[in-house]
């Protein structure tokens, strides 16, 4: 039997535990202890609820504080990050096999790449690998029927947290442009999206597959106050007609 420490990183989708894939379900229940992300408050987070659909032994289930909207206070965070890593690399020598739960893809804007990292310094011959994941984007392309790419049309993905400068520029382009992360700045978004003519077969959505979902057109938008902060837009390559871009 190999004694190789082995930390999977495994993508539970969006939110609706429909969207979990069967890999994903298997690499679950095959890890000796799955991990999931919670705040410093110790709020069950969509991770954690996700996995609740799919394990039928909860005992499994170990939550590990991140500072997962912290962008202030950097020492926090890296705090934060390393006392995770410490946690996890302590389960792996305990344990065995680990898997980290993540909302989306471990490998798009994953609080798993941090963890990875971590690990890796302080597990020797650490194997890292990654069960991919349907996206926030994906997802509302389905609800909302909005096209992500035709033919030759380039995807622009913009965590709003970047700055609207740069979403602003993704905009300015002819591609598809995703925003993530934009629930907190939804009045400035708006407002991009009607200056760069954008407005146009956009739509938005949060909380997708849960109960509280929310799918709505762009122009739906609030000129002021905040959406949930993990919002997804989706604003479509302007097209003029079928196979324009092939």
Do not use: C
């Amino acid at each position: 039997m190999s004694t190789t420490p082995v930390l999977t990183g495994v993508g539970m989708g969006p939110g609706d535990p429909e969207l979990v894939t069967v890999k994903a379900v298997r690499a679950l229940r095959e890890a000796a202890v799955v991990v999931v992300p919670v705040l410093d408050g110790g709020e069950r987070g969509r991770a954690e609820a996700t996995v609740a659909h799919h394990l039928d032994d909860p005992t499994r289930v170990v939550r590990v504080v991140f500072a997962l909207n912290e962008r202030a206070d950097r020492a926090r965070r890296e705090a934060a990050w390393d006392a995770a890593g410490d946690r996890v690399a302590q389960l792996l020598r305990e344990h065995g096999p680990v898997a980290f739960a993540t909302i989306g893809d471990p490998n798009v804007y994953s609080t798993f790449t941090y963890l990875a990292q971590t690990v890796r310094a302080a597990v020797p011959g650490l194997r890292v690998v990654t069960v991919p994941g349907i996206t926030a984007m994906q997802d509302l392309a389905a609800r909302g029927g909005a096209v992500l790419t035709e033919g030759t049309e380039p995807l622009t993905l913009v965590p709003v947290t970047a700055g609207l400068d740069v979403l602003r520029g993704a905009l300015a382009g002819q591609g598809t442009v995703v925003a993530y992360k934009f629930g907190r700045q939804a009045g400035e978004v708006a407002a991009a999206l009607r200056e760069t003519g954008r407005l146009t077969g956009a739509v938005w959505g949060s909380s997708l597959g849960l109960p509280g979902e929310s799918v709505h057109p762009a122009d739906h938008l609030p000129a002021e106050g905040e959406l949930p902060y993990l919002s997804t837009l989706i604003a479509p390559a302007p097209r003029t007609g079928r196979g324009g871009r092939l």
